[in-house]
């Protein structure tokens, strides 16, 4: 497993969310009083005034029978351009996709996985296009035919419109996701063979905190570092008494399976030498941890197999001279793991350490996690598929506003790119203005290029370091502004990797985040358009 | 009629600018208007004039560089007047892919009229615009003359107490022109007010109370439509036909009366008139051919 659920931050994200927009509008607010007042005088800065008024009026004055009669006219308008032609795609790809997905006879855990994750992406790259398509031609074309001069000249509001406009198309696009949801989890049943459906489950994974010793067996927040790249997993040392230790908390007996607590690994091992290869692993140990009670459990000697789950399953009464008590401790006593091992206040302490002299195990805070009872795959899936939901709904409201203001294929590309970045380039931004990545600016880079200045050497000194320096500012800054509002969509991928992992879609950690980025962009699309549309004269020729 | 002003125009003033804000048209130049409660007012000039561009203001599609406008006593962006409001754009722009009750049925919810006020008001309206055999057809299969009627009944759909119409008998043949002006008459009976533009002059005559004459985006003349069009000078007589001797008789006593007899002539009918009437022959006798009152046939006769 390579993703780390961390908990989602609620009120640190609202926080955020406050001073960005409450910048955002402050910002917008005085810019438009400086230009009222110069181009109108006191007119201008009181119409300023009235314009903020008005909407809070409007917003609080809108008729959700007007909306929904604009909601209707919407899907009509959709269906009757044909959109669920989209089903006729959506049929050709399921029809054909079982030829081209079924091959790892020898993994039924990759084929599932394939199976899961081929629906998925199917079902989100043909409906969120689709939906970008109309949300962003669909109010332009109002405007271009002039049908909207009906519209508006009747007492609706246009801030309705918008509103109608985005649920009309959020309840089709839904309705569209139910059925291709549907479908879709019928074919993955089906397509899966008895043998591997057993791998259609949502596991529900408690996971902990992790600290490491050394090999001295002093406390560090880290293990070693081997010299990967990729930092992700920190290493322990084998037969020395370097330790990763898991704190799990809120553990109780409810947490058991077949009255047995789950423990599921994913551990790499970096090798200083070949081993005994036949074993199929490095040799490892959990040790269970009670301070409280002075007790230290050791399990059997476990074998780490690579690129698969390890599963251990410790049955509530052990004794410690049972094969997964043997090691350590009072022979013969009989424990109870949830009242003896789990402390009072449902604290659980596992240690993990390796056997192997010169063999190293890596490992991370996700790569250890207690498996409480499983939920149906049918929880899981239907999350993720609620996790192309959310996306959805984010496109229609950023599509309708930006076609509030622009014509129809200017709003495609807007949003289209807007999308993009949000998927892609999104953690990359993040990473260069927050200092992590080491970059200099855009302008410095090509000046070095056309001069072959390597990048050690110093700027000299003089006008064309200083305009270089002004430049570089001002796009990073530009940077700085689409960092803050391009929202980040790959918080709503997360989830399908959830299931295709095999896990239950985590509430903390991808669902209330996807819900929550969802959620903080319907003020500013609805405050964005109010204003697009209020200040646009509908018949300008 | 009422003297209560249900549309005030001053000094209204519209510039259509480019992107950078530079000055292209000056479409009105300080327009002041009138308009009574209960009165059919024709705006009328020519192309370009800017008779369009003053309904759109009024309804708030575009917003004015200078003066005031109030219609029903309020700005003409505040929303709520649009209650009271029935408008006929120029070209029908309806959803073309909806049938004609449904078109009823979705401007109907926008004034919130209740589901059975909705229908009952939307089957009055198609059999008053005479499109009861077309209702369940789209817009897009309707001949430019159902557009138009399908047009005016979502205008009245609210039952309003000010009526706008865009050349309102524009693509319409006599017949449908006939209805329309019917039914503008008819909202004059009701006691609404009916604004129209058109450069169909014949159509404005049939049926203004008062009219206003734009060029060029200014306001060139305006009043009473009778009064505008008595030629003060002159007196006319309608009598039935008279013989060559009493024409006659009245040329020596025209001339006693130090008159002068400018043409004698037997009255021609409009075209349309006789066009009406072969239509309207032809519902009644069916398979005849009509043969209109013409000397031939009454020589035959």
Redesign the interface.
């Known amino acids: 497993m390579s993703f780390d659920p961390i908990p989602y931050d609620l009120l640190g994200a609202f926080k955020y969310f406050l001073v960005v927009f409450g910048s955002a509008m402050l910002i917008a607010v005085v810019v438009c009083l400086i230009v009222g007042t110069l181009t109108r005088g006191a007119k201008g800065f009181t119409g300023v005034f009235r314009g903020i008024f008005d909407f809070f009026v409007q917003i609080t004055h809108v008729?959700c029978?007007?909306i929904?009669?604009l909601t209707?006219?919407t899907i009509?308008?959709a269906l009757?351009?044909k959109i669920l032609f989209v089903f006729i795609i959506f049929a050709v790809l399921f029809m054909f996709a079982g030829w081209f997905l079924s091959g790892a006879a020898d993994r039924p855990d990759l084929q599932v996985q394939s199976y899961i994750d081929f629906v998925l992406k199917a079902i989100s790259w043909l409906v969120i296009p689709i939906m970008l398509l109309l949300a962003c031609w669909s109010l332009p074309e109002d405007i271009k035919?002039?049908?909207?001069?009906?519209?508006?000249?009747?007492?609706?509001?246009r801030i309705e419109i918008v509103m109608g406009r985005m649920l009309g198309f959020t309840l089709l696009g839904s309705a569209i996701l139910v059925v291709m949801g549907t479908i879709g989890y019928i074919w993955i049943n089906r397509q899966v063979p008895e043998t591997a459906q057993y791998k259609l489950v949502s596991k529900v994974p408690v996971y902990g905190e992790i600290v490491f010793t050394d090999r001295e067996g002093a406390l560090t927040k880290t293990g070693l570092n081997v010299g990967d790249i990729w930092d992700f997993r920190s290493y322990i040392e084998g037969a020395t008494k370097a330790r990763a230790i898991y704190k799990f908390t809120g553990i109780d007996e409810s947490d058991a399976i077949d009255d047995k607590l789950v423990l599921e690994s994913s551990f790499e091992a970096f090798r200083t030498h070949k081993g005994n290869m036949e074993k199929g692993g490095i040799l490892y140990q959990f040790i269970f941890v009670n301070e409280d009670k002075n007790l230290r459990v050791p399990s059997r000697p476990l074998i780490n197999k690579e690129y698969s789950d390890n599963v251990l399953e410790v049955k509530r009464k052990l004794k410690y001279d049972n094969p997964e008590g043997k090691g350590e401790g009072d022979a013969g006593t009989e424990i109870d793991i949830f009242d003896d091992v789990v402390d009072k206040d449902g604290n659980l302490t596992v240690e993990v350490q390796c056997l192997e002299a010169g063999q190293l195990l890596g490992m991370a805070r996700p790569d250890l996690f207690v498996r409480t009872p499983d939920r149906a795959f049918l929880a899981g899936y239907s999350k993720a598929v609620f996790g192309i939901w959310l996306p959805m709904v984010l496109v229609i409201m950023l599509g309708v506003t930006i076609s509030c203001f622009v014509k129809g294929p200017v709003a495609i590309l807007t949003t289209l790119t807007i999308v993009l970045v949000g998927f892609m380039s999104k953690e990359y931004m993040t990473e260069i203005l927050s200092g992590q990545m080491q970059a200099s600016g855009a302008i410095e880079a090509w000046y070095r290029l056309i001069t072959h200045m390597n990048s050690q050497t110093a700027l000299p000194d003089g006008p064309v370091k200083f305009i270089i320096e002004i430049v570089d500012a001002g796009i990073i800054n530009f940077l700085w502004l689409c960092q803050q509002v391009i929202p980040n969509f790959g918080i709503f991928s997360n989830m399908r990797e959830y299931v295709i992992k095999g896990f239950d879609v985590s509430w903390n950690a991808a669902l209330l985040p996807g819900i929550i980025t969802t959620a903080a962009y319907i003020l500013p699309c609805l405050i964005v358009s109010f204003y697009s549309l209020k200040l646009r004269?509908?018949?300008?020729? | 009629m009422d003297n209560e002003p249900v549309i005030q125009i001053s000094n209204l003033t519209k510039i259509y600018r480019d992107f950078w804000g530079r000055k292209k048209v000056r479409a009105l130049n300080s327009l002041s208007l009138e308009i009574k409660k209960g009165e059919i007012f024709g705006l009328l000039g020519p192309n370009g004039s800017g008779k369009t561009t003053t309904l759109k203001l009024l309804l708030g599609l575009l917003f004015p560089s200078e003066g005031d406008i109030k219609v029903l006593g309020q700005p003409a962006s505040n929303v709520e007047k649009n209650e009271r409001i029935g408008y006929l754009p120029e070209e029908s722009y309806l959803y073309r892919f909806l049938n004609a009750e449904e078109t009823l049925d979705f401007y109907g919810r926008l004034f919130k009229m209740p589901a059975k006020e909705r229908r009952e008001r939307a089957a009055e309206l198609i059999e008053k615009v005479g499109l009861g055999h077309a209702k369940r057809r789209q817009l897009k299969e309707y001949s430019k003359g159902m557009t138009r009627r399908i047009g005016l009944a979502q205008a009245l759909i609210n039952n309003p107490d000010l009526v706008m119409l865009d050349e309102p008998t524009s693509g319409l043949d006599p017949l449908g022109t006939d209805d329309m002006k019917r039914m503008i008459l008819e909202l004059k009976e009701q006691g609404k007010t009916v604004l129209m533009c058109s450069h169909l002059l014949a159509d404005v005559q049939d049926v203004c109370d008062r009219i206003a004459i734009l060029y060029g985006g200014e306001l060139k003349v305006m009043g009473r439509v009778e009064d505008l069009l008595k030629e003060q000078d002159e007196t006319q007589i309608m009598t039935s036909r008279l013989s060559d001797e009493a024409i006659k008789e009245i040329e020596q006593v025209v001339a006693k009366h130090n008159g002068k007899v400018g043409t004698i002539d037997h009255p021609t009918a409009t075209l349309e008139s006789l066009f009406l009437k072969t239509v309207q022959e032809s519902k009644d006798r069916p398979g005849q051919r009509f043969v209109p009152d013409t000397e031939e046939k009454k020589a035959s006769e």
């Open positions: 008729s029978r007007r929904w009669s209707v006219l009509r308008e009757r351009q035919k002039r049908t909207i001069h009906t519209v508006v000249t009747k007492p609706a509001y004269e509908l018949e300008a020729k």
